[in-house]
């Protein structure tokens, strides 16, 4: 039977904090926090997998707590959660990033891509870009060609010409031609 110190070595090894502040300013981000019987702990760096990076709401905040070789000195967290904010009822196989806001970036099972914000989206693919906010869509093609569109109007610019339209009428910068509607590719 282990000594008394000895098992608390043991029960420390593991433990869960309660995050209190976090720093992201540096090359890991770090976590103020209260582990078992009000032990507090400041700077024990968070890890987080590549590709993916977060910060905890300032308050609600949980998280695994690992002493790397046992030594209580040297503390990582495993990356933070806070259950009371999550976003739940995914599907099986769906990921979804998400803020405390309510905007997310849901990548549903079927393959289809949910990007939900309170102030806009934005798309850049080679240069090509596409934005979506509460008052407009607009995009730009690498070649300089433009389009917008808005509650009551639209508006497309390419090759040195536009057309516009709005509830007062139509404008072009040449005389249109009347035909039947062309194909994707024009």
Known sequence: MPDRETAHQIRGLIVRGVVSATNDNAESQTADMTLFAGHDRAKVEVLQPFGIASRPPEKGGVCIVLAVGGDQGDLVALPVGAPSMRLGNLAEGEVALYTLDGSRVHIKADGSILAVSSKAVTCEVKGNRLEVTPDYVRGRMTDGSRFAAG????????????????????????????????????
């Not at 536009?162 to 005389?175: E, R």
């Open 151 to 186: 509650q009551g109007w639209a508006k497309l610019s390419a090759g040195g010409h536009f057309i516009a339209a709005s509830g007062a009428g139509v404008t072009c910068s040449i005389i249109p031609v009347v035909d039947s509607e062309p194909g994707a590719g024009v």
